[in-house]
């Protein structure tokens, strides 16, 4: 059963954006999530519904920006002056706990995951 339905990864030269889509459903948290060949996922960023609050990983802070628009089902990631380490897998992820939020950066507080959208970025 799909949840989540990631779309807006490619390729580009550093420098310039791409806006990552996720549809499908919405929860307490929702997050980003990234991860490359033979690591574990890494904490992007993250929305909290009730109150719009949201938090970013220290690269991300300044050039990511993530946003919902409740009406579409949806949350967006714009990235910004990418760069090539932002090369990876882009997966979002819904966290329907209340307790999402606290462990937000974990991946255990997120029950639903898209099948991720490759992001590459080159010199």
């Known amino acids: 059963q799909v949840q989540l339905t990631e779309s807006g990864g490619g390729l580009v030269q550093t420098g310039e954006s791409l806006r990552l889509s996720c549809v499908g459903r919405t929860a307490y948290t929702m997050s980003w999530f990234r991860q490359v060949p033979g690591k574990g996922r890494e904490f992007v960023a993250a929305?909290?519904?009730?109150?719009?609050?949201?938090n970013y990983a220290n690269f991300a802070k300044g050039r990511f920006t993530i946003s919902r628009d409740s009406a579409k089902n949806a949350v967006y990631l714009q990235m910004n002056n990418l760069r090539p380490e932002d090369t990876a897998v882009y997966y979002c992820?819904?966290?329907?706990?209340?307790?999402?939020?606290?462990?937000?950066?974990?991946?255990?507080?997120?029950?639903?995951w898209g099948q991720g959208t490759q992001v590459t970025v080159r010199d």
């Open positions: 929305f909290r519904r009730t109150d719009g609050n949201t």
């Open positions: 992820a819904a966290g329907p706990r209340s307790d999402s939020w606290a462990y937000r950066y974990r991946t255990e507080s997120y029950d639903f």
